[in-house]
C-alpha cells in the first residue's frame, strides 16, 4: 500500500518558468516532509523539509507547501533551470520510518 | 569531506550466487538503511538499522541480510533465496533522531548474469 504518492511520472517546463511538484499522502500520523533530487547513477540528495506544523517553507528558489487537510505536499521551483532537470522524489516520516514517492521526472527546457 | 559510499557502483552475479554490497560513512550517524529500487519505483525499505549489533527488517526483507558490527559500516547481502535481485541499491544514513533526513549514497546497480 503506497502511503506517498506521486501521481505525475513526469514534467516539462520551459526555463525560467515555474515548476510546480505534487505529492498525496494518507497516513495523518507523518509529521514531517522532505523532498530529494535524483540525478541518473546517483543517491538522491536532501533538497528542502516542512514540519507538519507548518504549511510553508522557503529556501532560495525553492519552496515547499503543505496543506494537511488535503494530504497534499508540493514543491515549487521559480525560476526554474535546466540543472534542475532531475527526478524528484517525496518523502514523509513517521517516527524513524521513512517512506518515499515513485518520484517525478522534470525537465526544464532551455 | 563526510558522506556515504557504496561500492562496487556496479556488480554482476551468476545466479545461485550470495553477493555483498558494501555501505560505509564517515558522518557518525547511528541510523543506516538499505532500499531498493526498481524502474518506475520509489524507494523500498530493505533494513534498517538505528544502532550498532540492531537491525530491524523492511517492507522487502525476504533474500536479504544484514549486519551492523561497526556504526561506520552496514553490508547489504542478496541471497540466492532472492528471486529478482536485478535492481539498484541504495544505501542512507541519518542521525537517527526524529526528523532527520536521510543521507543517500550513490548507490549499486545489480545484475544478474
Known amino acids: 500500500d503506497q502511503q506517498v504518492k506521486q501521481n505525475s511520472p513526469s514534467l516539462s517546463v520551459q526555463e525560467g518558468r515555474i515548476s510546480i511538484l505534487n505529492c498525496d499522502y494518507t497516513?495523518?500520523?507523518?509529521?514531517?516532509f522532505l523532498w530529494y533530487k535524483k540525478y541518473p547513477a546517483e543517491g538522491p540528495t536532501f533538497l528542502i523539509s516542512?514540519?507538519?506544523?507548518?504549511d510553508k517553507n522557503e529556501d532560495g528558489r525553492f519552496t515547499v507547501f503543505l496543506n494537511k487537510s488535503a494530504k497534499h505536499l508540493s514543491l515549487h521551483i521559480v525560476p526554474s533551470q535546466p540543472g534542475d532537470s532531475a527526478v524528484y522524489f517525496c518523502?514523509?516520516?513517521?517516527?524513524?520510518?521513512?517512506?518515499f514517492g515513485t518520484g517525478t521526472s522534470l525537465t526544464v527546457i532551455p | 569531506d563526510g558522506g556515504i559510499t557504496q561500492s562496487p557502483k556496479y556488480l554482476f552475479r551468476k545466479e545461485g550466487q550470495n553477493v555483498t554490497l558494501s555501505c560505509e560513512q564517515n558522518l557518525n550517524h547511528d541510523a543506516m538503511y538499505w532500499y531498493r529500487q526498481d524502474p518506475g519505483q520509489g524507494l523500498r525499505l530493505i533494513y534498517y538499522?538505528?544502532?550498532?549489533?540492531?537491525?530491524q527488517k523492511g517492507d522487502i526483507a525476504e533474500g536479504y541480510s544484514v549486519s551492523r558490527e561497526k556504526k561506520e559500516s552496514f553490508p547489504l547481502t542478496v541471497t540466492s533465496a532472492q528471486k529478482n535481485p536485478t535492481a539498484f541499491y541504495l544505501c542512507?544514513?541519518?542521525?537517527?533522531?526524529?526528523?532527520?533526513?536521510?543521507?543517500f549514497g550513490d548507490g549499486t546497480r545489480l545484475s544478474i548474469l
Open positions: 497516513n495523518s500520523m507523518f509529521d514531517y
Open positions: 518523502a514523509a516520516i513517521t517516527g524513524n520510518q521513512f517512506y
Open positions: 516542512i514540519s507538519s506544523i507548518k
Open positions: 542512507a544514513s541519518s542521525l537517527g533522531v526524529a526528523n532527520q533526513p536521510q543521507h
Open positions: 538499522s538505528q544502532i550498532v549489533n540492531d537491525f
